[in-house]
């Protein structure tokens, strides 16, 4: 068996794996590695046809596949190492990477420093637990985006999707676009979970109905779905009797969630955040493992490619760094927590300042809010706070604060509290792009 | 003369601003709660002339994949969509294909090309 050396190693050739790895390289990285399972890089975005990606980071509005390819492009013009069809079986301390692929067999490759850019995946059925048969037909909409979008099939004709992701309610208009039709969306919380452009472009042109607080609880056929029963569901998400109708279709599309794609990391005892689903990091995106970074998806699931890209830079660098020397190694870490109205906070901890100006924390609300204040407490003094016109558990906030501000206290804290009224014209501030 | 105030919902990019348009005449005469240039062209466009962004995939033959990924170059007209899908649907081309290569020219008459988002091998 041959052994590999490298500076950095990527862990899945997505939009995290390829930025993270051109990152390394710009911080100076001599030899750096991306691993990837598929037969190319690019991950989940070759089959996200439809266009809004890029807004942030390339200023231009592009396809998931349009996006891959420009990041591809100038990982093919850089002399990053790719191994294609490669799935990695271990990664184990001291950055002992151990893939297995088809044509090269078994390899292992040693990394100065590894990127965790495995992505995410979708909730299945099992994982929400929906009542009823098991009958053909039912398929998370990931993997019915696969089908319509790469191999070209249509999984149903009449379709009921559960969730309101942002992959639902983009299926929602692929299959009718296709020439599905898609009778609703029922979504289980009492507010949306997908991006509010998505209810518009995807639902709302095409006259598709979601209805909010609904729950499916039983799903019926024998051999093929033939419909699902749906009720309204109260306060605390359980059915409510006598609000119960039947909806018949032959294709059931579930939307439910995603989870980081993260079994290496728990293999290899990496500390994980149980609400974000992602390993704890620090503002270089270090975990728990010594020399292991990560980025994107299997970090904290985003809700835009951009951000995952800006994310993955990150983390692309802080491995160069270490790689080289040059990271100074983890001293004592403050937490940074998520307080009242907030649900998730990346990074989770912070580690001594070496020659940044800033942090970005990329932040998730508990529930939806209309014009609000985010703050930061140090030792429970407010240091810092701006307002948000709107807050969306589904959209993403994204905080640079300055070291100056995040001062030298013990525990960090963000919360999002209600802002007093009268401050709805006031405009969104912009992040620092 | 009437005035119509439209209640209009960006979607020009995930910030998601929501606003108003007032029309008179069939022109634009006020609008507020939208916070930049593009969304503001958005929204006078979604109440006069409403317009979206196309994505679809046409047929590959001898490509390493059998669909390749196909993107209006602009917006289309809201009520034309259906017509390029299907136009769309009937287009077989040949690998290999190039990023932006032209797909369909002046789709309908629109005055908009279709151009693949992608390259395809040969396979
Ligand atoms: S108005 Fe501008 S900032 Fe607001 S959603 Fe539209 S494009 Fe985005």
């Known amino acids: ?433 | 003369m009437t005035r119509h105030v439209h209640a209009i919902q960006c979607i020009g990019c995930p910030v998601g601003c929501g606003g108003e348009v007032v029309i008179e005449a069939g022109a634009v005469i006020e609008m507020r709660g939208f916070t930049c240039d593009k969304g503001q062209a958005y929204a006078a466009d979604e109440v006069v002339a409403p317009k979206r962004m196309v994505t679809t995939t046409v047929r590959v033959d001898g490509g390493t994949l059998p669909l390749l990924p196909v993107v209006s170059e602009r917006p289309v007209p809201k009520d034309a969509i259906f017509d390029c899908i299907r136009l769309l649907r009937s287009v077989v081309v040949q690998a290999p294909v190039e990023a932006d290569a032209i797909i369909v020219a002046d789709a309908l008459g629109l005055g908009v090309n279709f151009r693949a988002a992608c390259s395809i091998a040969e396979a």
């Open chain 1, 1 to 433: 068996m041959r052994e590999f050396r490298y500076d950095v190693i990527a862990i899945g050739g997505g939009p995290a794996g390829m930025a993270a790895a051109l990152s390394a390289k710009q911080a100076g990285a001599e030899k750096v590695l991306i691993i990837e399972r598929d037969r190319e890089l690019g991950g989940i975005l070759q089959q996200c046809i439809h266009n809004g990606f890029g807004l942030r980071r390339f200023e231009d509005e592009l396809t998931g596949p349009g996006y891959a390819h420009r990041y591809i492009n100038m990982v093919k013009a850089s002399d990053i190492d790719v191994w294609l069809d490669s799935t990695v079986l271990s990664a184990a301390p001291g950055g002992i990477v151990t893939s297995v692929s088809p044509q090269q067999g078994l390899r292992v490759a040693t990394g100065s420093s590894v990127v965790y850019s495995m992505g995410c995946r979708e909730r299945t059925r099992g994982a929400i637990r929906i009542p009823g048969s098991r009958p053909a037909g039912v398929f998370t909409a990931g993997a019915a985006q696969r089908m319509v979008n790469m191999e070209g099939y249509l999984p149903g004709k009449e379709v009921v999707i559960v969730g309101s992701g942002d992959i639902g309610l983009i299926m929602a208009r692929r299959m009718t676009l296709e020439g599905a039709k898609v009778k609703a969306v029922f979504e289980i919380m009492p507010y949306s979970n997908g991006l509010t452009r998505n209810i518009v472009q995807c639902l709302e042109d095409f006259g598709i109905p979601l209805y909010l607080a609904h729950s499916v609880v039983a799903v019926h056929g024998k051999d093929r779905v033939t419909g699902v029963t749906v009720a309204e569901v109260d306060a605390a998400l359980t059915p409510i009797p006598g609000t119960e109708f039947d909806v018949a279709c032959d294709c059931v599309l579930l939307s439910v969630g995603l989870i980081p794609e993260n079994e290496l990391g728990r293999a290899a005892g990496l500390h994980i955040d149980a609400v974000t689903g992602g390993g704890v990091v620090d503002q270089f995106r270090e975990t728990s493992l010594a020399g292991y970074f990560a980025a994107g998806n299997v970090l904290h699931v985003h809700d835009l490619v951009d951000w995952v890209s800006q994310e993955a830079e990150i983390a692309g660098k802080s491995a160069a760094l270490h790689a080289l020397g040059k990271l100074p190694p983890a001293g004592e870490h403050r937490p940074v927590t998520a307080g009242d109205g907030v649900r998730t906070v990346v990074p989770q901890r912070l580690s001594p300042p070496s020659g940044q100006l800033s942090v970005r924390f990329y932040l998730r609300a508990s529930r939806p809010m209309g014009a609000s204040i985010l703050r930061l407490h140090a030792d429970g003094n407010v240091v810092w706070e701006r307002k948000l016109r709107v807050v969306k558990p589904s959209e993403m906030i994204v905080a640079e604060i300055s070291w100056k501000k995040l001062g030298s206290s013990d525990v960090l804290e963000f919360t999002v509290v209600p802002a007093p009224v009268e401050a709805d014209s006031e405009p969104a501030e912009e992040e620092v792009a």
